[in-house]
């Protein structure tokens, strides 16, 4: 257990450091591109332009930074705050504070927000806007100043020392031993991370003063992940072996180097394959002088090669080190799959991946199984979640409607994933579920949505299914039969379950809040409160439109003693593994008593003017009512 928390503390802390340089990458695209045209030694060397470098990378790259990290953690006051204190720092050193404010930005962020709370409901009417300037102004002023002070010489020296590490490991050729950290934490949990948190801003310190950083090309390599994926091009075998050749391309060509890392994970021996790949490459780098004049990012050969000084030796360094690195995991790769039993589940290596990075992949998707056309004569769709009873129920009544209109007979019903029909045609769940559908009815066709308000592929299936539908009038009457399975639902939506303007600094809060109110409400036992944080981690309840909708397992059905919403309204919004939630309904549902109120909700929640009223919604009975007028 303790060993899970740690990692889970530095996922958390790494995704924040990528969480701040992400969003500007940008501009650290435009500054590294200016620096390699006009610098004295760029393409076209240009005294006036020239001038643009040194105030981007001392000025307008630290200001963004400091100011996206107080908007991660309190939104547009964080952010002014954030960007007042990082000014101190830079102020008060010679070279690119990226470090100072990663450091300043967040802590003004806190510092603001906690003044907030603190004065929440003290301040008189009409003196808002006036209290909310000056705390600002005079909290920024302050951490400016301490910034100016003690910050900005702590991480000078602190900064100072890391490039005269560097360079020391450079100069007594070490280097390389970095890839047997950064290779593995790549795969394992960081990723971004390590890249855009700590290589960056140190890089580009070098690339200032020696126009060029090798450090830049430490993690944004193609090279180990593209001789893996050709390993397994020619001696991989199944399902693994037909997808590496896109996934090779989506990684070398296209940048994004989790597509590889289930393919690792199916045989944990290949990250010897990546660590001796990314420390040849390493090597062929420092041998040869490779090194970049600006951030990679995505890590593609075409981004390596639009960064790379302009003169020949630059070029075939960089590209020397790319080659050499895929060779060498090619043949070690090769190697270990020839010489041991391969692992053949791609998607549960794609869905361990995802466990062990903290939060949802973008292409673990890629990795599902292929399937054929939409059946012919489809007469049941099945929307399936791990409880069936909130985000299925929703889905559910939104297609149920789609149908409705487009003047299908077709039954549209939901349940749990360890219910789903046996002659189920049409299954529809989240992406993270999707293989655990395939599992329970394989010969069904399944399609996997990330958004269950708005998905677009509910469009797309109606269209496919107005060529050829039929239904039987025994199906149809047992579909509009579990519809009105709800004679006990008068007053499921009371005005002292709803509750405005709520703040909560995480998402387990929201949910525990949430919780806490149909505890006391009577609807549910105690522990129902673990089970609704044990299903997001599951799957996250965001249901997509600012909207999550936070309830129990299959296995906590048993606690729930009635059903009950509660409906908190959360203006500034909770983060949902990085999905901003402004309305949450907490749900507990028993014999299906709360699905035609859910329904309601459902396509209520699904016309964005809609989320907007009940977001600004002034009382709980101006709420509701917008609930049920649809």
Not at 53 to 63: A, F, T
């Amino acid at each position: 257990m303790a060993q899970s928390n740690i990692k889970v503390a530095v996922q958390k802390f790494g995704n924040f450091l990528s969480s701040m340089v992400m969003p500007n990458i940008g501009a650290f695209i435009a500054w590294g591109l200016i620096t390699a045209l006009f610098i004295p030694t760029g393409f076209f060397p240009n005294e006036s332009l020239t001038k643009l470098v040194d105030p981007m990378v001392k000025y307008l790259l630290p200001l963004l930074i400091g100011y996206t990290g107080g908007k991660l953690v309190h939104d547009q006051r964080g952010g002014v705050v954030g960007a007042i204190a990082t000014m101190g720092v830079i102020v008060g050193s010679d070279i690119p504070m990226f470090l100072g404010a990663m450091i300043m930005g967040p802590l003004g962020g806190y510092i603001i927000k906690k003044f907030d709370q603190f004065i929440e409901g003290k301040v008189k009417t009409g003196f808002e806007m006036l209290i909310n300037n000056f705390s600002a102004g005079i909290l920024g002023g302050i951490l400016a100043i301490l910034a100016f002070l003690g910050v900005s010489p702590a991480v000078d020296g602190f900064t100072g020392a890391l490039v005269v590490g560097v360079d020391w490991m450079v100069a007594h050729g070490l280097l390389p031993l970095t890839s047997i950290l950064i290779e593995p934490a790549k795969i394992l949990f960081l990723n971004n991370a390590i890249n855009h948190g700590i290589l960056s801003p140190i890089g580009a310190e070098q690339i200032r003063t020696n126009g060029q950083s090798i450090l830049l090309l430490l993690e944004t390599n193609p090279g180990p992940g593209l001789g893996i994926l050709l390993a397994y091009c020619f001696f991989g075998k199944g399902t693994a072996k037909q997808s590496a050749p896109g996934a090779a391309i989506i990684h070398f060509i296209g940048g994004i180097h989790e597509i590889y890392f289930p393919y690792v994970l199916m045989r944990p021996l290949l990250i010897i394959a990546a660590i001796l790949g990314g420390m040849s490459g390493v090597f062929t780098f420092v041998l040869l002088g490779g090194g970049l004049q600006a951030v990679a990012s995505p890590g593609s050969i075409l981004a390596i090669l639009a960064a790379t000084p302009g003169n020949a030796g630059s070029y075939v360094a960089n590209i020397s080190g790319v080659l050499v690195a895929a060779v060498v995991s090619f043949i070690v790769g090769s190697l270990i799959l020839k010489t041991g039993k391969q692992t053949e589940d791609l998607d549960e290596a794609a869905r361990k991946m995802q466990e062990m990075k903290g939060k949802k992949s973008s292409v673990a998707g890629s990795f599902t199984k292929q399937q054929g056309d939409v059946p012919a004569s489809v007469q049941k769709i099945v929307f399936a979640c791990d409880a069936g009873m909130g985000s299925s129920a929703m889905g559910a009544s939104l297609l149920r409607k789609k149908v409705k209109q487009a003047d299908l007979n077709i039954s549209v019903t939901n349940t749990a994933i360890s219910n789903i029909p046996s002659d189920a045609q049409i299954v529809i769940t989240q992406e993270e579920l999707t293989p655990r559908a395939q599992n329970k009815v394989p010969d069904a066709y399944h399609i996997s949505v990330d958004n269950f308000l708005s998905s677009p592929e509910y469009d797309k299936l109606i269209d496919q299914l107005k060529n050829d539908h039929t239904t039987s009038k025994a199906e149809e009457e047992k579909n509009v039969s579990a519809e009105n399975n709800t004679d006990s639902n008068d007053g499921l939506l009371k005005e002292e379950n709803v509750f405005l303007n709520q703040h909560f600094s995480s998402k387990e809060e929201a949910i525990r809040f949430a919780g806490s109110v149909l505890v006391k409400g009577g609807y549910v036992e105690e522990n129902y409160v673990e089970a609704m944080i044990e299903r997001d981690n599951m799957t996250s309840t965001y249901m997509g439109n600012d909207v999550a909708i936070p309830h129990g397992t299959e296995e906590a059905k048993k606690n729930v003693l009635r059903s009950g919403f509660t409906v908190i309204q959360v203006p500034e919004g909770v983060d949902f593994d990085g999905e901003k939630v402004r309305l949450i309904f907490g749900i507990a549902g028993k014999d299906g008593t709360h699905l035609e109120i859910l329904s309601g909700i459902a396509i209520t929640c699904s016309d964005m003017d809609n989320i907007e009223k009940m977001v600004h919604a002034k009382s709980a009975k101006e709420l509701i009512a917008i609930i049920q007028s649809n």
